[in-house]
């Protein structure tokens, strides 16, 4: 592959982080994952280093790094917040980095870089807004419209996982159960990461049920019409579907990408477009909701492409 206009990505989570190239024709390539020092500024910095040392033979010395991050990117100053990698939380990722590495350094928001890469070169190529959906072990969101990430304030656009909006009753079956707002590690309470990511699946399941179940088997139980699974994903599609209707509503988007690991369920993402398609003010012929062509390294991708267009700004 050739070096030249290669951009160097990476994808920066509690857990991992992931290293990739994307070559000139918009292509990307994993190379290397390793496992992150989230405590430590010193160990995630050589870290970084050794791992773009490693691979070098895939870049060349002016290629710019793109990263796509859990956190919050202050769009004044740079400032990372993510309390969950304190490794660089409260630093200026993008500055700090980029004297380290010698090279131009770019920091986004990993579910904003997801929508991106949707918008541009996937399930939302050819739409005008796009909003991001992601359903991965809690909920996330980014919104693009004409290409381009919106960011608000703070860095917020399109959060809408976070905030006191959810239901606090579901129909089961005809029958009206109650549910208990749960406190959120956001520091709010009622919010709908709690009840829509995977491990909010797996809180509903044990509110309801008094069962304790991983994700993966209440929704295998689900598509074996197992009675209580059932009752489980018929609340889930609720307390999911109508924030994300009113989302719709709200930006305009005419597609929603869904990324995370309940993207990767076909039959849960079609059950909740038709969910959505009940509560959006215009119900349309084609499907609103559907499965990310690129959940699994959109994140590296949007950032990928963001740092090209920048570069080529400049």
Known sequence: ????????????????????????????????????????WDEFTALVSRMIAQHHQHFTASSPVAISTAGIVAPDSGEMFASNIPAFHQRSLAKELGAILQREVIVHNDADCFTLAEALAGAGKGHKVV??????SGVGGGL?????IITGQNGLTGEWGHGPITLTEVEIDGVTRRLPRKACPCGQKGCLDSYGGARGLENLHQTLHDRTASSVEIIERWQQQEAQAQQTIQAWLQIVGQPLAYSINITGASVVAVGGGLASVAALIAALDEVVQGYVLRRTAHRLVVPGEFAHHGGMMGAALLARDLTRRA
Do not use: H, W, Y
Not at 12 to 37: H, R, Y
């Open 144 to 148: 693009v419209a004409d290409g381009r």
């Open 131 to 136: 909003f991001g959906a992601i359903l991965g």
């Open 1 to 40: 592959m050739s070096r030249q206009s290669a951009v160097i990505c990476l994808d920066l989570g509690g857990s991992f982080i992931k290293l990739g190239v994307m070559n000139a024709q918009g292509e990307l390539t994993l190379l290397d994952q390793q496992k992150i020092p989230a405590a430590s």
